[in-house]
């Protein structure tokens, strides 16, 4: 008897180091600062359906910048309930989860309040939201060709031209090469948008 008390001791001795380590590591994926709370909003235009490839690259980069990525693509995964990070764990996906909620307008809040992990939220939005959009790839190619600078300053011509095209990017496949021949391929396609 004494001797299981004395385990559960030192189990809570070991649960409080662990948690003092994540507390003061900033560089750790556990670590929240102190102006990190459930209510905080990452980015400035919610999800609303149509905005997804936008919106999903703005919460990535904040999430980066937090170190909290990892839970969102499931990289940081669930440990058993019986782990010392399991605790942590679950109050950085619990947090994670709310900053996702604050960027979803409320319609899309509402189908998401029943979901246990960060991961399965994300993955729910990706699966409804994102598109291959072939539709989209047209409209943004008949937005390039007919834009004109106009009455535009030519700041505001070069980024709406610099957004359409990277949009247009964020829909094309990434293709991985070592054999040097995605050299042509890049050069065309820099073609493509000086034409």
């Not at 149509?50 to 937090?66: E, G």
């Not at 957004?163 to 293709?175: G, H, I, M, N, R």
Request: contains cysteine; positive net charge; charged residues 15%.
């Amino acid at each position: 008897m004494v001797k299981g008390g004395g385990q559960a001791i030192n189990n809570n001795a070991n649960s409080a180091s662990v948690n003092r380590i994540f507390a003061e590591d900033s560089s750790n994926p556990y670590f929240l600062q102190n102006g990190d709370h459930p209510g905080l909003v990452l980015v400035s235009h919610p999800l609303s359906g149509s905005n997804y490839n936008t919106w999903s690259r703005a919460i990535v980069m904040a999430l980066t910048a937090k170190n909290k990525l990892g839970f969102v693509d499931n990289s940081i995964a669930r440990p058993s309930p019986n782990d010392l990070l399991y605790g942590a764990w679950n109050r950085c996906n619990s947090m994670v989860t709310s900053w996702i909620l604050n960027a979803v307008v409320r319609e899309i809040v509402d189908s998401l309040m029943y979901m246990s992990t960060c991961h399965e939220v994300w993955v729910d939005l990706r699966d409804r939201f994102q598109q291959s959009n072939a539709p989209r790839i047209y409209q943004i190619k008949k937005l390039l060709s007919a834009l004109s600078q106009g009455s535009l300053s030519v700041s505001s011509y070069y980024t709406k031209l610099r957004t359409l095209w990277d949009e247009l990017k964020d829909y094309q496949p990434v293709s991985v090469c070592h054999c040097g021949s995605m050299r042509e391929w890049v050069n065309y396609h820099n073609q493509d948008c000086v034409m």
